[in-house]
């Protein structure tokens, strides 16, 4: 009879879904940002010091996060996203690169001030080629403050780190219930929780731990790219700077950068990425003189059509597509690792 019990109790622990008895192990690797962040009471919920909590007081902050994984942690960084240069990044992306490669890590999850957030999750969707999940996640208002959005934004991206079905969807970023492709994810409001959004719509939402997901991304992106982090050597990449558009502008900003030793410039234009007539020779002589030049728009949302208000093909000018400047900013200096072609570059903006 004990051994008929003890039969049955083995088929019933095997009948169990994997998650029942078997969890996932994913990595917090920490940034800094809000979402380790103080204020000086419950009430600062805009003003306060980013930066400030420690990886492990994150994770201890929610335990119900080892429910859904075996989670560990990682200091990765500890800044204000604001302040993070092309050093940090390329390093942050070697460091979740070598994570990714060991056999017994499942996912990873990235903690990240909002502010670039969404910078650094696309140039990760373009570098690191792993089809393991990787979440980037943040928070609007610090850890000390009243509904702080912090603690329920790192459950659900340790959730959707830990789940199967996000594989092979590239980065992902997770923020107030939502689900978001890294390419074209931005922010849009600094005040408010529901902070970030995409104009082709979410991939999907995470309720009570799990994921429903409702589209894809029909772009390239981790294990089909075509750059590597790791043969990008050393702690910069080629320099890319953006000027904005508005009336009655000034050619120096351009010519100064190109002075500075700028590969290439984002005009984030207005409308259609709108060039205006006397700063068109100011770019067309850059061009001329090795400086790739990239339209892009300064409206959130529709994108750039070549050869719609300026003649690109005769310019020898990129249009950055619907990617918007400071994303056309990743892409132009990840493309200036490969060549310096434009219409090599061009390619990759319709492809990415």
């Avoid at 309720?207 to 429903?212: C, D, S």
Wanted: charged fraction near 15%; aromatic fraction near 8%; proline fraction near 4%.
């Amino acid at each position: 009879m004990k051994l008929k019990f003890a039969a049955l109790s083995l088929a019933l622990t095997f009948a169990l879904p994997l998650s029942a008895w078997a969890k996932n192990n994913v990595v917090v690797v920490a940034t800094g940002g809000t979402i380790a962040g103080a204020g000086a009471s419950s009430t600062n919920s805009a003003t306060y010091t980013a930066a400030k909590v420690p990886v492990d007081a994150l994770l201890n902050a929610v335990p119900q996060i080892q429910n859904l994984a075996n989670v560990t942690g990682v200091q990765a960084l500890q800044v204000a996203s604001e302040s993070i240069t092309d050093k940090e990044l390329l390093s942050l992306a070697r460091q979740i690169n070598d994570l990714l490669k060991k056999p017994d890590v499942n996912g990873v999850v990235i903690t990240h001030g909002t502010d670039t957030l969404e910078e650094t999750a696309f140039f990760l969707s373009l570098v690191v080629r792993s089809d393991k999940p990787i979440v980037v996640v943040g928070s609007m208002r610090p850890s000390t403050a009243l509904s702080a959005d912090g603690p329920l934004n790192l459950y659900s991206a340790v959730a959707l780190a830990a789940d199967e079905s996000a594989k092979g969807k590239g980065v992902l970023v997770m923020m107030n219930d939502s689900i978001f492709s890294a390419r074209d994810v931005t922010k849009t409001i600094n005040i408010q929780t529901n902070a970030f959004a995409s104009q082709w719509g979410a991939l999907g939402t995470l309720v009570e731990g799990k994921a429903y997901w409702f589209r894809k991304v029909d772009k390239r992106f981790s294990s089909r790219s075509e750059f590597n982090i790791e043969q990008i050597q050393g702690d910069k990449l080629p320099l890319v700077q953006i000027v904005y558009g508005s009336g009655n502008m000034l050619p120096d900003a351009y010519t100064a950068y190109a002075k500075a030793g700028a590969k290439a410039i984002i005009h984030a234009g207005t409308g259609n990425g709108s060039v205006a007539n006397y700063i068109v020779p100011t770019l067309k002589q850059l061009q001329q003189q090795g400086v790739q030049i990239v339209r892009a728009s300064r409206v959130p949302q529709g994108f750039v059509l070549r050869n719609a208000e300026q003649p690109d093909d005769q310019y020898g000018w990129v249009v950055a597509h619907d990617l918007n400047p400071q994303k056309a900013k990743i892409l132009t200096a990840l493309a200036l690792t490969k060549t310096q072609d434009a219409k090599q570059i061009q390619r990759m903006f319709w492809e990415y």
